[in-house]
């Protein structure tokens, strides 16, 4: 018995060690409680990104456990590039500060698969609004091409521009199946977003710690640190009212937590952009009050609405403003601004009501990598090749570091970054799919976001709203 | 020898001014066939709206100040520095430096300028007590257009003060030799000899900053997009916005139309009043 019991301590022993070495490196990675079964709070919180990371999820008998995450539509693990057939292909994008990057990427891919080339063509991304269309349906050998979320990618899909991706095994399963939404179209995955990008606020985190300020959960908060920060000598958020494209990022949170839920939000949204309803309906005009309440709070700076983008981001990375309302796709320009900013960026959550926001922040997937129609069937394999690479945790982990873009590919690891690693937990976060882009008439958008720019640069709320409404009521006649 | 030239006419110019005609009274958004909708997009911009004559008017505003401004200073640095003497002909560079700059540096250059909080202008008002100036330049519905103005006419003056020190340099000393013995002081010479003699360049001048003050794209596209409030949205800025921004490429036509109209109406109005006057 003596030399049973023996045995069976050492096996004891044996059995912790094997199972604290495999289970406590992952649930390292996880905040306290976060484990594979224990119980949790919000349903649909996730922990990451990667095959080991975990999801709240509501059981059969209605309790909310962590599960381990299933990010992608398919079941099987992510699978490896497809090997391209000789030949040579364009690959059109808007993205110049992608460049380097980029072209690393395809240094590697070519080096690969020898006989094979990607030639990029990278235009100034008005120019590839406004002319990316035609001369990519006049060029068969732009066999891959990026476009923007909404109104372009339409554009594109209206024109049958795109091959459908949705049965191609990268897209089932490399990808996180909650980002691919943008890329989709009747049905179709015409293209697979690329960018996991945060279009919340992003604050300065040493300047938070030296004030002694937490962040702001509410909306009375919002406006309470908004009034101690001006105080304190900040500007409270480097609002670019001069500058539309960017000024208009905030209207994304000004939107997150505007209607009970999100079916209603977007309900809203269609009607306001096709002319069904109008900016004098209630809930546009209380969120209107609120930017006038954000103004007369002093959130924004002194003549905000002359103060361009340039401005704000110098603004911010000098240490002059707190919070930068755009997104984390601003955080390299602060940093080529000023270098010490690396690591001291963190995102903001612009909570705009006093009731329990339903998310705390706006995530959006663009830079939508597709398939043209018109190549050749050799190229359009060259160009399934070239994005099924892309989608490789390792390829899409250079790309990330280099460009300071989270992307939707899962298994990427983001530490070769801190500014991603900072804010990679937002991959997990309730977020939502960034609202303004359900706006698809761009000129309905421009005066309604003017319309938001003029109430905070002191016009009154009601008249207003009804100059912008009849002006948007004639554009859409017209 | 006219036949090739004609040909290169006609497919340069001729032939997309014709198909601007035709998509004109077509609803086409760049992708789908266009559908043909006759004279509605005429119609609805004579009648409903609003926008496309605040354009108009912000247009006339422009032209009228930029033509005012820019050929006056022109025609003044121009006979102020009409002498080939080193300090003109360094002068002269220096005035005329601004045009080999891009439209876009320009544009940066002054949005760096009027910015309300940080920008030289106002910072130089703040100092010197005029705070009541430190305006919020390019935010401001009030200001927008008039901040533009003063950047277009500080960015083409020196071009034209060249066109007119070619044309005053024509002007033979005799006349001014003749005025001088008549007694004529240096008023009297400007309005006498100069002004008369200088009527043509003048007219060349005019017509060339007209047409470059409907086409100022770009330094109203890189400083407001045309806000705040279309405010300092002209013709070309509201063209570009409707066929590229709102791909409404039928309605941007209909625009085009009436936006030459215009140009055609002013070069006929300013070439009839100087035609009376030389």
Redesign the interface.
């Known amino acids: 018995m003596k030399h049973m019991n023996a045995r069976a301590f050492k096996a004891l022993i044996a059995m912790s060690f094997a199972i604290s070495a495999t289970v406590v490196p992952i649930s390292q990675s996880f905040a306290a409680g976060e484990r594979l079964g224990a119980r949790c709070t919000t349903e649909g919180v996730m922990t990451g990104t990667s095959s080991t990371s975990l999801a709240c999820v509501k059981g059969a008998n209605g309790k909310l456990t962590w599960q381990r995450v299933k990010l992608s539509s398919g079941n099987g693990r992510p699978v490896a590039a497809l090997t391209p057939p000789k030949g040579s292909i364009e690959f059109w994008h808007w993205r110049n500060e992608d460049r380097a990057t980029l072209e690393r990427i395809i240094a590697n891919y070519e080096a690969r698969y020898p006989g094979t080339k990607i030639t990029m063509n990278i235009m100034p991304s008005g120019d590839y609004t406004a002319t990316g269309f035609a001369k990519i349906r006049a060029n068969p050998k732009a066999a891959v091409f990026a476009t923007f979320r909404g109104a372009q990618f339409n554009q594109f899909a209206k024109g049958d521009m795109m091959t459908d991706l949705s049965n191609e095994r990268f897209t089932r399963q490399n990808v996180i199946s909650g980002g691919m939404i943008p890329g989709q179209y009747e049905g179709k995955q015409l293209g697979i977003p690329y960018h996991y990008l945060f279009n919340n606020p992003v604050y300065n985190t040493e300047i938070f710690a030296k004030e002694k300020w937490s962040l702001p959960t509410n909306f009375t908060q919002l406006l309470a640190w908004c009034q101690a920060a001006k105080k304190a000598g900040y500007t409270p958020l480097a609002w670019s009212g001069g500058f539309r494209p960017n000024a208009g990022q905030m209207l994304n949170s000004m939107l997150m937590n505007s209607a009970p839920d999100y079916a209603t939000l977007e309900a809203r949204i269609v009607a306001l952009d096709t002319g069904k309803a109008e900016i004098t309906a209630p809930w546009f005009k209380e969120m209107a009050n609120k930017y006038k309440r954000m103004a007369d709070a002093n959130c924004f700076p002194d003549n905000a609405t002359g103060v361009t983008d340039a401005a704000a981001v110098a603004l911010f990375a000098t240490g002059k403003a707190a919070v930068i309302p755009t997104g984390t796709f601003t955080m390299g320009a602060v940093k080529a601004v000023n270098p010490a900013m690396t690591g001291k960026m963190n995102l903001f959550s612009l909570i705009t009501t006093d009731e329990k926001p339903q998310y705390v922040g706006i995530h959006n997937n663009t830079f939508i990598l597709s398939v043209n129609k018109n190549s050749t069937a050799t190229d359009q394999k060259i160009a399934r090749s070239f994005i099924s690479y892309l989608l490789t945790g390792p390829v899409a982990q250079v790309f990330s570091v280099g460009t300071s873009q989270h992307t939707t590919v899962l298994d990427v690891d983001y530490s070769g970054n801190v500014d991603l690693l900072n804010t990679s937990s937002w991959q997990a976060k309730k977020t939502l799919l960034a609202p303004r882009f359900l706006w698809l008439n761009q000129g309905v958008r421009d005066l309604q976001e003017d319309a938001l720019i003029a109430i905070v640069g002191g016009k009154p709320v009601d008249a207003t709203l009804e100059d912008f409404a009849k002006q948007v009521k004639q554009k859409l006649a017209g | 020898m006219s036949v090739p030239a004609f040909l290169l006419y006609a497919f340069l110019y001729l032939y997309p001014a014709l198909n601007n005609l035709r998509f004109s009274t077509t609803r086409w ?4 066939e266009p559908e043909f909708v006759g004279l509605r ?1 005429f119609s ?2 004579m009648t ?4 496309f004559f605040k354009v108009m008017g912000n247009n006339i505003r422009f032209t009228l100040l930029v033509v005012i401004f820019q050929t006056g200073f022109s025609l003044l640095f121009a006979i102020l520095l009409l002498k080939n003497s080193r300090g003109n002909v360094f002068l002269r560079t220096l005035y005329f430096f601004p045009t080999i700059l891009s439209s876009v540096s320009v544009a940066m250059i002054w ?2 300028l ?5 920008g030289a202008i106002n910072i130089f008002f703040n100092k010197i007590g005029l705070e009541a100036f430190a305006l ?5 519905e009030t200001s927008a257009l008039y901040a533009i103005v003063f950047s277009q006419v500080w960015f083409h003056t020196g071009q034209m003060m060249v066109i007119y020190i070619a044309g005053l340099q024509q002007i033979p000393a005799e006349l001014y030799e003749a005025a001088e013995v008549d007694g004529a002081n240096r008023w009297q010479q400007f309005r006498s000899v100069t002004w008369p003699m200088a009527l043509p360049t003048t007219a060349v001048v005019i017509a060339y900053t007209t047409i470059q003050s409907f086409r100022a794209f770009d330094l109203i596209y890189t400083m ?2 045309g ?4 405010s300092t949205n002209i013709f070309s800025t509201l063209i ?9 490429f039928g ?1 941007a036509a209909a625009q085009t139309i009436f936006m030459v109209l215009m140009i055609l109406f002013l070069t006929w109005l300013q070439r009839r009043i100087l035609r009376t006057k030389y």
């Not at chain 2, 009027?114 to 940080?118: A, E, L, R």
Request: proline letters at 5%.
């Open positions: 958004d760049g992708i789908v997009n609805n911009l409903n709206d609003d926008l949005l760096f009027y910015d309300p909080n940080w919020n330049w390019l935010g401001s407001t997009l806000g705040p409030n279309n570009y916005l409707t066929a590229f921004n709102e791909f409404r309605y």
